[in-house]
């Protein structure tokens, strides 16, 4: 195996194999990776070893590898591996979903808080509890239909020769101020219990999550998440334009179709397993890019940089505030908001808005 150095700072290595496959390796892409990773398995252990029945780390590690007390068992296989494995993968698909969306629009505020799939998901659990007094399983069908409804309509609004970045990311502003006023007024269509029941799930949280919550998600995501990563190529060309992207023969609508409805799938089944998390696709990808350095959409980065600010943000939901325990949507939301406000002023200061 040959490697070769490109660039000033030696940040990207070609990568050629004994066979003839070449593949170039961005290494501080690679090592932000690592790290993120990282992050992200210490607060699951953390988590894992956090709440009334105590545990250390290396308790928690023991026992993932089969060598715990059976009651030590019973609390990190059945109790709370689910939650954090739900917290890891609503994470990456909301950290994927973001950047798909950022990149397609080119335009930092263009993620599915901002475009309104979140919402729709909402509208959609909504609907299942307030109208039908559905279960679980019924709610969370409802959150993937509703976000995917929304998509279809947000694309199709914004269809004009083609879908270009400011009349999408209009148009998702517009509709997720509709969908925002569609989940008021079903609250207040609802009884106590069922709009208790509403607004809990609204906040997006991560506590009861199990196994039934997990295996979706997973199948969705180890389908989805590749298929993304596999555009990631033609996703870049995109960033240049659609003449620049067409000339280098990447079929832009087809491709912004297949990636729009991969991140929307992502993000209905993201909030059908844990409610709307807020503002972790807005931030995640460009937290991700920042620390990489590197231009384009940084989707890797990006799924694991979700994956470690919802497990860190699920940490401080549960342990900083003592005894009361937050839902991690709180938490995120109060991060994210910062975020926001930082991110337009720093924008209007370097005069893109």
Known sequence: ???????????????????GLSFRVDVR???????????????????IGSGDYAMTPGEVVSTLFGHGTFQQQFI??????????????VGAALGVGGAVFQTISRNP????????????????????????QGGATAVA???????????????????KRGVHGYRLVLVGIGTAAMLTAASQYLITKADLVDATRAVVWMTGSLDGRDWAQVWPLLAVCGLLIPLVLGHARALRMMEMGDDAAYALGVRVERTRLVLMGCAVLLVAVATAAAGP?????????????????????NLAPAAFMGAALLLVADWIAM?????????????????GGCYLLWLLVSERRAGRI
Do not use: H, N
Request: glycine letters at 16%; proline letters at 5%; a positive charge.
């Open 1 to 19: 195996m040959k490697t070769r150095t490109k660039g000033g700072a030696g940040a990207v290595r070609a990568v050629r194999t004994g066979g």
């Open 141 to 159: 069908g409802g959150a993937v239909v509703g976000g995917l409804l929304t998509g279809a309509a947000v694309y199709l609004l914004a269809w």
């Open 76 to 89: 990190v296989t059945d109790l709370r591996l689910p939650r954090v494995l739900v917290g890891l993968l």
């Open 319 to 335: 342990d900083a505030f003592g005894d009361r325990q937050l839902p991690v949507g709180v938490v995120t939301g109060v991060l």
């Open 29 to 47: 892409a690679f090592v932000v990776i690592v790290l993120l990773a990282a992050v992200a398995a210490g607060a699951g252990i953390v988590l």
């Open 109 to 132: 505020l263009g993620s599915p808080d901002v475009l309104g799939f979140g919402q729709g998901a909402t509208v959609g659990a909504l609907t299942v509890i307030v109208l039908f």
């Open 277 to 297: 998390i807020a503002f972790v696709s807005l931030s995640a990808p460009q937290l991700a890019r920042r620390l990489t350095r590197s231009p384009g959409p």
